[in-house]
């Protein structure tokens, strides 16, 4: 039952929590500082929340793109009022988190960025399985798209496509002998992105290291979380992960990116040099294009068996 619901797209259709509360510590790649974050069970139809608090008091940041205040690099949510309350890189954390179908939890930050871990979202998913998770007595509020919406940026090109299921296609164009041209597409269901996408590093170019320093960005990266590229080959001794690990990494940030249309989406992103800007272009024209899409509530699901979360429990051996 747990390996075939985890396989399914239509896991997606039931709103998710933790079992029980978990914790990450870490650096965050770009700040190079100390952070935790604190992933908490939280109600049905609650959402995604981030915790943060400026010093005084303590905030809530809906998982949302108008809570987005930079894509420098990154996604960073914050409160446009309140340039204390800033929480960056969410986009790993939350491919992991949407990519299981948790649709309902708390995050509370200390620091000012998600620890970046291996600079994957495997260590989440990971954590998040062995803990637990626990099916909610309604249904996914869904976002199902109608007609292709597309945006355009800096050569740069991203659309939302029809599709009964949520796919995800990226493709990337890197003149380094390394990379290259790499086109990387697959349905979503939890057990394939824990086996093919969520390993897969951020990346990033020796050549290009110090300017990040100077802008006071790349401050926590080296090679034990970042999949590092000198001119002509791979600083990292253990090489890659996967083949095409770099467009995996891409389709994981373009999903981290998705979640912040606070709902399950039904259509198929098809992106071409895309990053953190451009989806967030595309998630601002779901308003000037509202024709393009419909939203379907949540419902609830009574009479609702609790023994049903009895039995996705944990999944330990998930690249398996």
């Known amino acids: 039952m747990t390996k075939h619901f985890f396989s399914m797209p239509d896991?997606?259709?039931?709103?998710?929590?933790?079992?029980?509360?978990?914790v990450f510590k870490g650096i965050g790649l770009h700040s190079g500082d100390r952070s935790k974050i604190e992933l908490v069970p939280a109600s049905p139809n609650t959402g995604i929340v981030f915790l943060k608090s400026d010093g005084?008091?303590?905030?809530k940041i809906p998982a949302h793109y108008s809570f987005v205040t930079s894509t420098a690099?990154?996604?960073?949510?914050?409160?446009p009022d309140n340039p204390r309350v800033r929480i960056s890189t969410v986009e790993h954390l939350l491919a992991a988190v949407y990519a299981i179908g948790i649709t309902n939890v708390f995050v509370e930050v200390t620091g000012s960025e998600i620890p970046i871990l291996d600079g994957s979202a495997l260590p989440f998913v990971e954590?998040?399985?062995e803990t637990g998770v626990e099916l909610q007595e309604f249904s996914s509020c869904t976002l199902r798209?109608?007609?292709?919406i597309k945006v355009y940026e800096h050569g740069a090109i991203c659309e939302l496509l029809p599709r009964d299921h949520l796919r995800l296609t990226t493709s990337i164009d890197f003149a380094h002998p390394k990379i290259g041209a790499q086109t990387f597409a697959m349905d979503l269901t939890p057990r394939d992105f824990a086996n093919s996408v969520g390993a897969a590093r951020t990346f990033g170019f020796e050549s290009e290291l110090e300017k990040l320093k100077a802008r006071n960005l790349a401050l926590g990266a080296s090679l034990n979380n970042v999949l590092g590229f000198s001119r002509a080959?791979?600083?990292?001794?253990?090489?890659?992960?996967?083949?095409?690990?770099?467009?995996?990494?891409?389709?994981?940030?373009?999903?981290?990116?998705?979640?912040?249309?606070g709902s399950w989406i039904?259509?198929?992103?098809?992106?071409?040099r895309g990053g953190h800007a451009i989806h967030l272009a595309l998630l601002k024209a779901l308003n000037a294009q509202r024709s393009h899409w419909t939203?379907?509530?949540?419902e609830s699901l009574s009479p609702f068996k609790p023994s049903q979360s009895s039995s996705v429990g944990k999944v330990i051996n998930l690249r398996k």
């Open 73 to 79: 690099l990154a996604t960073t949510l914050g409160l």
């Open 127 to 129: 954590g998040i399985f």
């Open 11 to 22: 896991s997606y259709r039931v709103q998710k929590t933790l079992k029980a509360r978990l």
């Open 145 to 148: 798209v109608l007609k292709p």
């Open 233 to 261: 080959d791979i600083l990292n001794e253990e090489g890659l992960r996967f083949a095409d690990e770099c467009v995996r990494h891409k389709w994981l940030d373009a999903l981290g990116d998705l979640a912040l249309c």
């Open 295 to 298: 939203l379907v509530k949540a």
């Open 266 to 272: 039904e259509g198929e992103l098809v992106s071409f």
């Open 56 to 59: 005084k008091k303590l905030f």
